[in-house]
């Protein structure tokens, strides 16, 4: 039977006190010598079990500072993904089904616990992208904003940190999806979708914005899948 590393359970037992403590991002740690001392292990062991735990992204550490707390990272998540794309396990296809169904989440629960603030956002940023029409390079930009802000909106930090991760990888191929607009028409249509994502948060109906993000969705996939045909 393999024997558990003294570190390893050193860092089972730091993210057990973050979660006892209710530690939250930027809160410190007790420090090396402390936390040697209160789990009976050596320094060495602590440092071991630290590093890991910021390989992790769990939390940051430097020299002559206790060790803090880091907030959600998206990173992992992303790195994850990026490595399923490299070894031909995932396809680019299945990471948009994904985000499809955490975008349709993502926006009805915008639209039950946005902000004044972020209402008002969406509803520019809305705005800017139908000015956009036509502009790949701008009108990608403002996207990325737009569905952060949507994200952030929902008020649930697990959900937009996953999306966080899923638009760094899916980013090129949204932005290649948009140069497949072929006309004005198609164009018109992801901008309508936007517009109507956005009113629906606005308006406080969940019902609504999920409506707008899958026809959204429908439309960007409905792309991509035609290109893939194509080539």
């Keep these: 039977m393999k024997q558990v590393r003294i570190s390893d359970q050193v ?14 991002p930027g809160d410190a740690l007790p420090s090396e010598s402390e936390l040697a001392r209160q789990f009976e292990v050596s320094r060495p062991a602590v440092r071991e079990a630290t ?14 500072r206790s060790p803090t707390v880091l907030a959600l990272a998206q990173a992992p998540f992303a790195n994850l993904m990026n490595h399923g794309l490299a070894i031909g396990q995932v396809r680019m296809l299945d990471v948009m089904n994904v985000r499809r169904g955490l975008e349709e989440v993502a926006a009805e629960l915008a639209a039950l ?12 940023l809305a705005a800017a992208l ?36 899923i638009s760094e990888v899916a980013s090129r191929s ?10 004005a028409e198609e164009w018109g249509v992801i901008i309508e979708v936007h517009l109507e994502t ?21 439309s960007a996939i409905g792309r991509f899948e035609r290109a893939l045909t194509q080539n």
Excluded at 14 to 22: A, H, Q, S, T
Excluded at 131 to 142: K, M, N, S, Y
Excluded at 146 to 161: I, M
């Design 51 to 64: 590093n890991a735990l910021a390989g992790r992204g769990l939390i940051t550490v430097s020299s002559g």
């Design 113 to 124: 616990n946005r902000s004044p603030e972020q209402a008002a956002e969406l509803e520019r």
């Design 11 to 24: 860092a089972d037992y730091i993210v057990r006190l973050i979660f006892e403590e209710g530690l939250g």
């Design 130 to 165: 139908g000015a956009a029409r036509g502009d790949v390079e701008t009108f990608w930009r403002l996207d990325i904003q737009f569905h952060k802000t949507l994200a952030e909106a929902s008020g649930n930090h697990l959900l937009a940190s996953l999306l966080a991760g």
């Design 174 to 183: 949204t932005r290649s999806g948009l140069s497949l607009a072929r006309n």
């Design 198 to 218: 956005a009113a629906g948060v606005v308006a406080g109906d969940p019902g609504r914005a999920r409506a707008g993000m899958a026809a959204h969705f429908a």
